[in-house]
Each structure stands twice: as structure tokens, then as C-alpha cells.
């Protein structure tokens, strides 16, 4: 809801104290199976008055007796400990509804930011929706201004607020107090950033499903989204002091390894046990060689699937191949995980395969699953097609696979909230397959569980096609971070040419692998996006290069005033006096709302834009602020510290290794 100019004056309050706290959760997000453990509600009860306060109307308005006595006092201060800004507001409006309004008590308060700074910081969007539910009750207000009206006549002093103003036909326009935002950053680089971790996720357990390549195949280009993704989303959920389970769903079953097993027991004369690591040294060559003789040789293919059968019925020397290729393709995934910083547990589909037929069992013994055609199936209400969980050869595929891991993370691992990371070509797949859970009752009762499927789209080359190397070959993910690297030696020579060898290869990684991940991230993840070296490693505009670089020369500025930060935190503190300097904190202070956003709607993207913001709004304050040499050096150089903080914290969240070295 955009932001409306205010008329008539701003509404006064006389101030109280408190001694009472509550808390807010999250906001809810999420699909039909979506949990509410999110939903933003107050958990705390309030606590006594400190001290009476008399209301203040606006001009030419009695009316609001009919919400609330007029000579009611406005309840405790409502904080929240830590949290987002936008957090602690919500807390305090929404302690003011419920004691304006007590037949409403409970209602959610709309807090948002303005999108009009001129008009306020944020806005409270709750005045219409309660006059409409309250509308024809007794002594129900007669309009929405009224409401508002009400609401700020019970709003507590948190001492956040410098001025707040009515606009239109009942927004609550809200300034934030210039003292509120310094205390804000200075406690911050006293306390460490993480105590601006927006509340609503500590404690939850949460399983996040992503990267999970294949074995026995390269990772290529299509995988890096998924890896990423999953990566910056599971970063930010521990940030929130979430307990999260970071597991690769790797593709390690199937019938694929009875090809790949049977090629190599007769490549060589003496078979399996004369099998050995160089016959899967190179798995491209190995997977490739086989899959054109189970194409062109009946026989071979008819081995193959025998093959098959005596890997899943435990024969030792089938069972030991396949484990060599098991590890022969962990050892490259571990190389591609290695640069890019990404963190995995492995559990592939192996791991479920002993609980497919139980699985299968229940659900027909339950009525669940029901045969059709042979097959064994879950219809689920508003599906074209049912999901099949036994196929009419009796053999289990990705839904059984599917239908076990999400039982086993809910009754096993006590997931709170899962995520799956895939393409958006799964999605309907993963719709089926949360349907026929919920069908199966996996979730329980008395406990919430949300479960999201993460989609996104495809990496593109130039040519606006599916990305491909010149060969026409799909590219493979290590030799794309690897170019990345190497192209971005050049510029980071030119800017250092006194760098050493160490020092020109750490930050030719971080900036390489860093402008690939930056490139994926700040898109929308549903979107394809176009892959090209040229606009990633620019130097210029939204790219990892530009915010490093501009990270880089933020530290320089601190560092040749020769202060020490940590101990100027301690000692002084930030004042805003410049409306510059005023922007600049308000943004910094907002962080925790990017965390937020990020995480109620799944989209990386917010964090990106956070931190490009924060860099375009850095050089607006620098280039009217003079930091070293001012009268404001102390709180403009604190400023700039908790700017780079800000920035690193970001880096972090999207994975981006910062160097230690000067760039």
C-alpha cells in the first residue's frame, strides 16, 4: 500500500514507561500446507500500566469515545527484544488495536514501509480492514479515520516513534525517531549484527532439499541454481538461529547403475574384480560409452536391467562397482561444493530404498493408494493424473522415493519446515507428492509443519538459448567457476599490481565464483536469465565486483583514519544530524527486514537488492558527507563501520567469500 500525504498535524501522545516485553513471530507465508509457526502474532501478555495518559484527538473530531473510553490509558510499552524495526512496530500498533478495539484483539497489525519517504518511514494499513469487519456493530466507528484515530490514542511509547500522521481515509504514517535509529547502529556494533535477526525462527527445525546432481554424471550449469539457492536460503535460516538440515537428495538408484555396472564388468576379462578407480577416472566417458551400447545392443540392454536386479538384491561384487562409482562422483562433487563454500549432508535415494515397500504397504492398507491399471496410486482432489508410488512392474520410482523422504523428515527428524530447491519443471510433481501427504496424514497433528517447493527457472546462454558450450555440450559447472576465476585475474592485477601470488588467487576467487553466484541471486529465481563472463565480472552496476570493490573502498576509509572500530563503538556513538546521514542509517537499520522478506517469500533476489541499495545510498551520504577530518568524524566514521558490517553480513547470507587481503 503506497504511502499517503498526512493532513492536519501529527498526531500527539504523551510518553510512558514499561516494564512489560512482548514478542512477535514471523509473518505467515506459504501455500495451503503452509504452518503459521511464522504468522505475525503477539505471544507475550501484556503487562500492567505504568502510568495514566490522556488521549489526544485530531481537530474537529469527537467521535472516538465510540472505539475506546476516552479516559483509558494506553497500554505498557510493547518491544521486541532484537528483531526487525518493522517487527517491533508491528508490536506496538498491534497492542494499541487490541486495547482500542478489544472485540478485535488478536487482529494482525499491517506495518509496512513507506514507499514515499517524504510522507514517513513505514505505515499502519489496519484502519479500513477493522472498520469494515466492525461496520454495523454498536458503537462501531462511523469511518476508517476514526479507527486510526483510536489506534494512535493507544499507541505506546517505545520510544521509536518521532511523529506519526493520518492520511486519506485512515493511514497511520509513522517517522522513526533520529535517536531510536543511532541507538539502533551503535548497539549493533557493540552487540554483533546477529542480534538484528528477525524473531520467528530460532529453535525451528528446517530441512532444506537442494543441489542433488546425479551420480555418475558431471555437474553441470543446471545445477547451479539449486545449489545456490538452497545454500543462501539455508544461510539465512541459521542467521535466524533456525536448526537446519542442509540435505543432497543425490541421484544414487535406479536402473542406470545396472548399465554403468554391466559395461564395466565386461570391459575388462576379468570382470567385476578386476574392476578398478581408472575405469570410473573419468565418469563422462564411462557413462557416455555405456549409454550408446544399452541403445544399440538388445543384449546388452538385457544384461543391463539383470544387472539391476542383482545390485538391488545385495550381490556383493555389483554392490561394491557400485560403490566405486558412488565415490568416484562424491570426489567431484566435492570439488565444485569446495568453490563455491557450499556445506551438504548427503542422504541420496539409497538411503529411503528399505522404505519404499513399507511405505507402499500402509498406504494401501490405509485406502490411501489404490490400484489402477496394475500400478499402485494416490488420487489426490483437483490432480488430472494420480501420483504413482508403485509402478505395474512393481518397481518404486521418484514419487515412492518422494513419499518416504517427506515421512521421514516430518516423524524422524521432526521437521518443522521443508524446502525443496528444484527446477520449475518439478513443480507440479512436488504439488502431487505434498497433496498425497497431507492425504496420508504425514502431517501431524498438533504440531505445524510448512513444506515449500522452491522453483526456478533456466540459465540461458547469450543467444537467449539453453546455455551450452561451443561443442554444444550442456557446460560443466567446473570449468564455468573456473573461467569465471581466471578472467577476473587481469582486473584485480591492474588495481594491485604490488598483490601478491596469494593474494591475486584469493581475491580472483572471490570475486569470480562470487560474480557467478551474484549473477544467479539477483534475479528472480523463477525467471531465466542469460549467463554472460562480460556483464558478471563488470566492475560497474549491480554485480559481486561492484558491491567488493565498494565494500573495499568503505574499509579504506576507516582504515587510514587509524581508528580502531571496536573500540570507538564502545566509547562513542552515532548521531544523525544530515539527512543523508539520516537515509543511510534508516536503511542499515532495515536489514533485518530484507532477511525477512527474503525468507517469507523464498527469494534471494531481496537480499541483492538490499545490498545494491546500500551501496547507492553509501555514496550519496559520502559524496555530502565529509567523514575523516569533521567535527562528525567519531559518528560518521561508526557510520561507515556499520556499513561495511552490513555488507559483509550480506556477502555472507549469499555466500560470497569477502577477501582478507586489499582488493
Known amino acids: ?94 497492542t494499541a488495536i487490541d486495547a482500542a478495539f478489544p472485540a478485535m484483539a488478536g487482529e494482525p497489525a499491517i506495518v509496512v514501509a513507506c514507499n514515499q519517504p517524504k510522507f514517513g518511514d513505514y505505515q499502519c494499513n489496519n484502519a479500513m480492514a477493522l472498520h469494515g469487519k466492525m461496520k454495523g456493530k454498536p458503537d462501531a466507528p462511523k469511518a476508517p479515520r476514526m479507527v486510526a484515530e483510536a489506534i494512535l490514542a493507544q499507541l505506546p511509547d517505545t520510544g521509536m516513534v518521532a511523529e506519526t500522521s493520518l492520511a486519506g481515509p485512515g493511514f497511520i504514517n509513522i517517522r522513526l525517531s533520529k535517536d531510536f535509529l543511532a541507538d539502533r547502529l551503535t548497539n549493533m556494533l557493540r552487540e554483533g549484527i546477529g542480534s538484528w535477526a528477525p524473531r520467528g525462527f530460532a529453535g525451528k527445525r528446517v530441512v532444506v532439499d537442494f543441489s542433488s546432481p546425479n551420480v555418475a554424471k558431471e555437474m553441470h550449469v543446471g545445477h547451479l541454481r539449486s545449489t545456490i539457492i538452497g545454500d543462501t536460503i539455508a544461510r539465512a535460516l541459521e542467521f535466524c538461529g533456525a536448526d537446519v538440515l542442509r540435505l543432497n537428495h543425490i541421484g544414487d538408484w535406479g536402473t542406470q547403475f545396472g548399465m554403468l555396472i554391466q559395461y564395466m564388468a565386461e570391459k575388462r576379462p576379468g570382470g567385476l574384480n578386476a574392476a578398478t578407480d581408472e575405469d570410473v577416472a573419468d565418469l563422462q566417458v564411462l557413462y557416455r560409452a555405456a549409454k550408446a551400447r ?57 538411503y529411503y530404498n528399505p522404505m519404499l515397500k513399507p511405505v507402499v504397504d500402509d498406504l494401501m492398507e490405509r485406502g490411501v493408494a489404490e490400484e489402477s491399471e496394475g500400478a499402485k496410486c494416490v488420487f489426490v482432489e483437483g490432480a488430472n493424473i494420480p501420483l504413482i508410488v508403485q509402478k505395474s512392474d512393481g518397481g518404486f520410482g521418484y514419487a515412492s522415493t518422494d513419499m518416504a523422504a517427506v515421512k521421514q523428515r516430518i516423524h524422524e527428524e521432526k521437521a518443522d519446515w521443508i524446502i525443496y530447491v528444484t527446477d520449475m519443471g518439478q513443480a507440479s510433481h512436488f504439488d502431487l507428492v505434498f497433496a498425497a501427504a497431507k492425504k496420508a496424514g504425514y502431517l501431524p497433528e498438533g504440531r505445524t509443519v510448512r513444506i515449500d517447493h522452491v522453483g526456478f527457472g533456466l540459465v540461458l546462454g547469450e543467444d537467449g538459448k539453453k546455455f551450452r558450450s561451443r561443442s554444444g555440450d550442456v557446460v560443466r559447472l567446473v570449468e564455468l567457476l573456473d573461467e569465471a576465476k581466471s578472467r577476473i585475474v587481469a582486473t584485480v592485477k591492474e588495481r594491485r599490481p604490488d598483490a601478491s601470488e596469494e593474494e591475486v588467487e584469493e581475491a580472483s576467487m572471490a570475486m569470480g565464483y562470487g560474480a557467478v553466484k551474484y549473477a544467479d541471486l539477483k534475479n528472480h529465481r523463477t525467471t531465466n536469465y542469460k549467463f554472460s563472463y562480460d556483464d558478471m565480472l563488470s566492475m560497474n552496476g549491480n554485480t559481486a565486483v561492484y558491491q567488493l570493490y565498494a565494500h573495499a573502498r568503505i574499509t579504506s576509509i576507516v582504515r587510514k583514519s587509524g581508528r580502531n572500530m571496536d573500540e570507538l563503538a564502545q566509547t562513542a556513538r552515532v548521531q544523525l544530524a544530515h539527512e543523508k546521514e539520516v537515509a543511510l542509517a534508516l536503511h542499515i537499520a532495515r536489514f533485518s527486514e530484507a532477511v525477512e522478506d527474503m525468507l517469507d517469500d523464498l527469494l534471494p533476489h531481496r537480499i541483492t537488492e538490499y545490498l545494491y541499495d546500500l551501496s547507492t545510498i553509501f555514496n550519496q551520504f559520502y559524496t555530502e558527507c565529509q567523514v575523516v577530518g569533521s567535527p562528525e568524524e567519531e559518528s560518521r566514521l561508526l557510520l561507515c563501520e556499520a556499513t561495511a558490517r552490513t555488507m559483509r553480513a550480506c556477502f555472507h547470507l549469499l555466500g560470497i567469500h569477502v577477501p582478507k587481503c586489499r582488493i
Open 1 to 94: 500500500m503506497p504511502c499517503h500525504a498526512a493532513s492536519g498535524a501529527p498526531v500527539a501522545r504523551t510518553a510512558i514507561r514499561s516494564r512489560s516485553l512482548r514478542t512477535l513471530g514471523g509473518r505467515r507465508t506459504g501455500g495451503p500446507l503452509s504452518g503459521g509457526f511464522m504468522s505475525q502474532q503477539i505471544t507475550d501478555a501484556i503487562g500492567q500500566l505504568d502510568l495514566m495518559i490522556s488521549t489526544a484527538a485530531a481537530p474537529g473530531n469527537g467521535a472516538m469515545a465510540a472505539a475506546a473510553p476516552a479516559a483509558a490509558a494506553p497500554p505498557a510499552v510493547a518491544t521486541v527484544a532484537g528483531g526487525s524495526m518493522r517487527q517491533q512496530l508491528a508490536a506496538a500498533f498491534q
Open 294 to 350: 544399452f541403445d544399440e545392443e538388445e543384449d546388452f540392454k538385457t544384461r543391463a536391467r539383470e544387472a539391476v536386479t542383482q545390485l538391488q538384491g545385495g550381490n556383493p561384487e555389483y554392490h561394491q562397482a557400485w560403490q566405486r562409482i558412488c565415490d568416484a562422483s562424491r570426489r567431484e562433487f566435492q570439488k565444485i561444493y569446495d568453490r563455491l563454500g557450499v556445506t551438504l549432508s548427503e542422504r541420496g535415494e539409497s
